[in-house]
């Protein structure tokens, strides 16, 4: 069945052309109120993003994410593989959090807040609107034949995108890294770490390809967010949309005409002046209704508000509405869908919050050494050999560490027969020895429970395993 004209173009995506190939985007440089704020928040991400890595509180990074030293920081909070299940919870509440928001809100985490689309279009494309000029200057440019002009504006504009990629690279790399470790490579010799030299490089070149060539392919072809919106949405969320009862009328769109009654003509507000197209970073036309390849970024509400404005109409005929409200005129109300993602949200944010209020500072194991048996000592004195591992998470040194049975009379001995340090941020393991009176042992196995010192300060409890022979049963 052969598709509708009017709905041919959900055949394909707004970038690609009837041949097949990319149709490169050049989308008029936006201006107007939600543009003013959307430069103002976008700037706050991007100076947070750029300085994360870098502020400290506590002494501890604000942002980490080391996958190889399996250290994490989440506001400064550090979580260490023993903390695995904090970090799951806090991915989850981040992920129903974003499944919340495009329920009510759409897709508007891509247009404000994705750092890919903050650095495209507040960095690159800026630059790019610096040097080559607005939407048509730049068509044009792309059309004339490589004289000097061209190349001068396409290579200048090339170093700049690279020293910016170059940057990031380096920023991103201090969220895997550290802030720190990054700075010390940056002042220092590069051939002194070759291999990190080679990554950061790596990650320039993706970064360049991303901002430079890819764009908003990115956000078209590899985010799979925007197919998630896709069974998120439904008639009640608030998309940057087309009111098409008030902008088609009675017998469509069309061009503006001085001292026209457009009401009696039975025409609708749209002009057809195709200006909310020019200004899509995506190249889409809104009024087709909500698409993949929308990213809410509401430059066709400025642009539609600028040329209702010129022609004397009201503005708003591309706002952010439902589908409800524009054919209903229904006011925005909170379904149940989306009480029950809140109420979801809240309870996963209560279990994190106690979670993080029973997580504890120090972190101790002791486990009884593979393969070894009890021994028999003298006055019918029973010994354990054990493995020991002593986790500081904090930002300060713990002195003076040493262990001491809480449910048992008994012996404790570390391999070294003196307290310890626990280094912060760090570890102590070892090895120890716990012995015990026959008389203690009801059975052949007793759980045992272990107070972790730092001098007279008992600062964490542990659980092991002793065994013994039978016949103490």
Known sequence: METPKNEQFRDSIGTINEEGKRSWVYPKKPSGRFYKYRTYV???????????????????????????????????????????????????????FIILFTVVFGRIFCGWICPQTIFLEMVF????????GDRGKQIRLEKQAWNAEKIKKRVLKWFIFFIISFIIANVFLAY??????????VTGNPFD???????????????????????????IIACPYGRLQGVLLDNKTINVAYDHVRGEGEKGRGKFKKK????????????????????????????????????????????????????????????????????KKAPFKFSARMKGYSAVLGILIA??????????????????????????KENGVISNIY????????????????????????????????????????LAEGTLFIELHQSEMKKEKVTLKIGVFSGDKLIETTKTNFLGPRSYR
């Open 42 to 96: 976008s700037y706050f991400l991007l100076a947070f993003l750029l300085l994360a890595p870098f502020i400290k509180i506590k002494g501890n990074q604000f942002l980490l994410f080391n996958v190889l030293e399996r250290r994490f920081n989440i506001f400064g909070f550090p979580f260490w593989p023993q903390d695995f299940h904090l970090l799951v919870v806090s991915m989850i509440i981040g992920v129903v």
């Open 125 to 132: 494309r800026k630059i790019e609107y610096w040097i080559e």
């Open 387 to 426: 493995t020991y591992k002593v986790i500081n998470k904090t930002t300060k040194q713990i002195d003076d560490v040493s262990y001491k049975l809480l449910s048992h009379k008994g012996k404790i001995e570390t391999v070294t027969h003196k307290n310890f340090e626990v280094p912060k941020q760090g």
């Open 260 to 327: 026209e009654d457009r009401a009696a003509s039975g025409k609708g507000d749209c002009i057809d002046c195709f200006q909310c197209v020019n200004v899509c970073p995506t190249g889409i036309d809104i009024r087709n209704g909500t698409q993949l390849e929308c990213v809410n970024c509401t430059a066709c509400i400025d642009e539609c508000d600028h040329m209702m404005e010129k022609v004397g109409l009201p503005k708003g005929l591309i706002r952010y509405a439902s589908e409800e409200n524009i054919v």
């Open 193 to 219: 770490n070759i291999r990190t030299l080679i990554s950061l490089l790596i990650f320039t070149g993706v970064f360049y390809f991303i901002f430079a060539w890819f764009r908003e392919q990115v956000c």
């Open 176 to 185: 895997l890294i550290g802030g720190d470790t990054v700075i010390d490579y």
């Open 351 to 376: 279990v994190l919050i106690g979670m993080l209020f029973l997580r504890n500072d120090v972190e101790a194991t002791i486990l009884r050494l593979p393969g070894q048996l009890y021994q028999h």
